[in-house]
């Protein structure tokens, strides 16, 4: 399974469950790799969606401690062991952790790739990515141009864990 993130200039990914800085040529990349994949979400990246609904055309599964939670379009699963075997015999790089911090931070160990879009900007952040420059096991591989929408810069990068 891999990794999509948007990232700020600090690895600065929300503020107040939502995210500060958006680029809307982030949330079209998000569409494009995610495609018609998995996608595996914590209940608190689901609340921020628009009317809270899981994402359309994709298998959505949500992430919850509480029994009782449902949701009219996801799967809903308790624990990380349970997300995993959910997604087992699913075609890799079609599964991807999209957030938030809590859950991108307790998936990584079984992501092999990380769509990261930086945003050159640092709005106040309470949730955070690891920094990814920094981690030895981790590196960019594939590293797109520095683009500008309304004033700000962004750039899309695939990190992969190293062999
Ligand atoms: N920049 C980006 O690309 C991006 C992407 C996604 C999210 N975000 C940001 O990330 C922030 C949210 O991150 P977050 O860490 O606060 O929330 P989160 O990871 O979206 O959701 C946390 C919730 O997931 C459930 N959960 C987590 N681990 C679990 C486990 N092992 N077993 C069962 N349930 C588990 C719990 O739900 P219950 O409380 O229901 O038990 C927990 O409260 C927001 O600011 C959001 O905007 C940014």
Known sequence: MDI??????NWGIGLNGSQ????????RHFREVTGTGTVILGRK???????????????????T????F????????HS???????V???????????????VYRQLMPYCRRAFVTKIYDEPPADAFFPDLDELEEWH???TGPVMTEEDIKYQFITYERKE
């Open 4 to 9: 999509v993130v948007a990232v700020y200039e």
């Open 20 to 27: 500060p800085v958006v680029v809307k040529a982030d949330r």
């Open 45 to 63: 990246t689901l609340e921020d969606f628009p009317g809270g609904k899981p994402l359309k055309g994709r298998r959505n599964i949500i992430l």
């Open 65 to 68: 401690r509480d029994a009782e």
């Open 70 to 77: 449902t949701v009219e379009g996801g799967e809903v699963v």
């Open 80 to 86: 990380v062991d349970e997300a995993v075997r959910a």
């Open 88 to 102: 087992e015999g699913e075609d890799p790089d079609q599964v991807f952790v999209i957030g938030g911090e809590s």
């Open 140 to 142: 960019a591989a594939d």
